[in-house]
């Protein structure tokens, strides 16, 4: 199909809920991808920070059909080594004590609400259920978790809304005023990616875990775009010196497969009760397990350097965003521009590259194994944009 074929499709039979760019992508390998009239693309974006092997990885795909040859779906009612390795691995990674699996991020901050809610209720009983989100957070489109997005742009048509969710900007004495008496959880992102990619300052993070700590207040870290590598360290709270009660993470951690997303908790053992959502992880979590062999090798070659010189840097990354104004860390960047940042995307993909916005940022997350080439074909790109 064309693509005039395809919007016509579309706009006879989708659901009109997103804006598209006038461009059907069809295949690629790595951060280029190809549109349907074979144009070539360079991917700052891998989907939405999903794809970090960008595309048709080799090794990926290899560990995927490896368990579409076994089996596609196992249900709860049996046991399934390859989500008890993904289980093991992930706790691994973070200290977490028990994961859950669930299908999507905002299910993962959904069952992650429902916990702190549950614990709060077993050890103090009613009148304790608030949920306190930080505003302009992202936490998903479910009732619950777009009623804990502190973006009134996603509330207009959707009220009335699950009670008991209140907002406060990421400072210490709003905070102390909002997450009060009646509040069982605060639910955070480190680096904030759909408000502009807005890193959260240090002092607060670390002052607002001594005060849930305090209070006996969950602090739950959404990780879901911030995760699995993409700031440079496993999950972004990494770089603030603490350490949350629940994490949820989801996106890249399937690698661009709908196929597992978790809430999991630390420290405290928080018993999700499972199987409330179908942890259809089970397919294909031994993709995960091996995956994230290669992770970690790409995050290394990425992030530092150190093998193979057509990787970027961490540091380089960095100056790269600073020098264009850029607010981040690792491979998680917005750029700060005085023009409509959807009009820039608009003249980069026309022009061969394709970015995300962030309000009223450009949004830079490409797949964690952009090669160096990749990169300055990318920037080449986006500086001549920027100049016209
Ligand atoms: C994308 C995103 C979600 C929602 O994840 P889905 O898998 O789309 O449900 C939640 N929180 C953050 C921070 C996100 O970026």
Partial sequence: MNLSEIQQLDGAYMAET??????????????????????????????????IFGANDERWKKAVIGQLDKIQHVSNLYYCEPQV????????????????????????????????RKYSFQKYGEGRAKIVSLKNS?????????????????????????????????NMAEMRKVADVHTCAVIIECVQGE????????????????????????????????GNGRTGKYFAYEHYGITPDIVTTAKGLGGGLPLVRVCFSIRRSIRCKRAITGS????????????DQYRRTAGRSVFAGSSGKERISQGEAQRTAERRKGFGI?????????????????????????VLTAHSKVRIVPP?????????EGLMILREVLSL
């Avoid at 964690?368 to 300055?376: A, F, G, H, R, W």
């Fill in 280 to 291: 259809d992880v089970r397919r294909q979590s031994r993709v995960l397990c091996r995956g």
């Fill in 330 to 354: 690792g491979m998680m960047i917005g750029l700060e521009i005085d023009r409509d940042a959807k009009e820039i995307a608009q003249k980069c993909l026309e022009k061969g590259l394709l």
């Fill in 18 to 51: 997103f804006s598209r760019f006038p461009v059907a992508i069809e295949r690629g390998k790595g951060a280029t991808l190809y549109d349907t009239d074979g144009k070539r693309y360079i991917d700052f974006g891998a989907g939405i920070a999903v794809n």
């Fill in 138 to 170: 992202f936490h998903g489109r479910t009732l619950f978790t777009l009623t804990a997005t502190g973006q009134d742009a996603f509330h207009k048509y959707f009220a009335p809304f699950a009670a008991e969710v209140d907002y406060s900007a990421p």
């Fill in 368 to 376: 964690l194994n952009i090669t160096k080439t990749e990169i300055d």
């Fill in 195 to 226: 408000s502009g990619v807005e890193a959260l300052d240090k002092e607060f993070v670390k002052e607002l875990r001594s005060y849930c700590t305090e209070k006996d207040i969950l602090l739950i870290c959404d990780e879901v775009q911030s």
């Fill in 85 to 116: 390795r993904l289980a093991e691995l992930l706790c691994d990674k973070s200290g977490a004590k028990r994961v859950f699996f669930a299908n999507s991020g905002a299910e993962a901050n959904e069952c992650a609400l429902k916990a702190a």
